[in-house]
């Protein structure tokens, strides 16, 4: 057994001074084979897009996002002013402002930017976490997707220009916003009430939840989808309960198994991986959806949300796999090469 001693020469030095020097892409021989495996013939272009873009992302950005994970510099609201006037205003570190700004300036959502380079540069941001500005631009990612097809007024068309290309260098940034604790995805559920006032809509409605209080722009959020998409690409949960989420993506794909048959998304999820992996996930999420509801709390519910859990981790454990493979295959042809 070892005893403390204050002349233990170890120290972290050594790997701070490798850590301070690492490219996320550059120094990455496996992001760049996925990189050049899915993009194709776009490849020389992303890989120099992500060459230019990882050095920010890799030492500013790293060095911004690791202070204000400092308990300090956390944010908070500052309800009044010093003349006790109610401002209810957001406070954040600098470093918070000056990142964000700096992010959303590179314009990943203008049609400047394909859609492999956006994707690669949000992949490369991730790294440092969340950091105060992943959730927003997650949220703006989809006020841009609805924008694009549902844009049919000269406010709105400003909003995804604002969004999309900016404005004289100022990028617009979206919230997401959940109206009915009871509803959620479930639109019928809900009793949000929207009443349109000239060119604007104002809801009326008892918000539960808030992504990116300080953005510019709010959209309304019906679907788990968006959510499964940027909690699996940055690995956390942040709406909550894990359960909550678990009894949305059960509720969804109950309505939709008729037309998407939950073992049509496992398939086309699992691409050329082995048919007996592929028939077991497709019997498995096909007995867990048809299981009525996840509300009613016994032992058969905790049991299958066990199972869902498990199942989520193994399924997406799969689809790693199939994306290693491939990306192994091609370090593999470029070494004989």
Known sequence: MSHPDRNNPYSFDAFLE???????????PFIQAVVKTFTGDAWKQVDRAARKFSPKVSYRWRDMADTIAQPEKRPYVTHFDGHNHRIDRIERPLETVIMEKEAFSEGLFSTKTSPWEKL????????NGEACIVCPLTCTEGLVAI??????????????????????????????????IQGGSDVPANVLEAVRKRDTWRLYGTKFFCSATHADYAMEDFSSLPRLYRDAAVNELWEG????????????????????????????????????????FSDEISGLVSYPGL??????????????????????????????????????NRKRD
Not at 120 to 127: I, P
Not at 265 to 270: D, G, I, P, S, Y
């Open 18 to 28: 490798w850590r301070d020097r690492v490219d996320y892409y550059a120094d990455d």
């Open 120 to 127: 690669t540069k949000m992949f490369l941001l991730y790294q």
């Open 147 to 180: 924008l694009e097809n549902f844009a049919d007024t000269p406010e709105l068309k400003r909003i995804l220009r604002h969004c999309k290309e900016g404005i004289d260098g100022d990028f617009g940034i979206g919230a997401q916003y959940l109206s009915e």
């Open 241 to 280: 309960p894990r359960n909550v989420l678990l009894a949305q993506i059960h509720r969804d794909l109950q309505k939709v198994s008729e037309w998407y048959p939950p073992s049509e998304f496992v398939q086309n999820l699992l691409p050329g991986a082995d048919k007996k992996i592929v028939d077991a």
């Open 295 to 332: 509300v009613e709390m016994n032992a058969e519910t905790v049991r299958i949300c066990q199972q869902w859990d498990s199942f989520c981790a193994r399924l997406f454990h799969a689809y790693q796999d199939l994306a290693k493979c491939e990306g192994e295959r091609y370090l593999d």
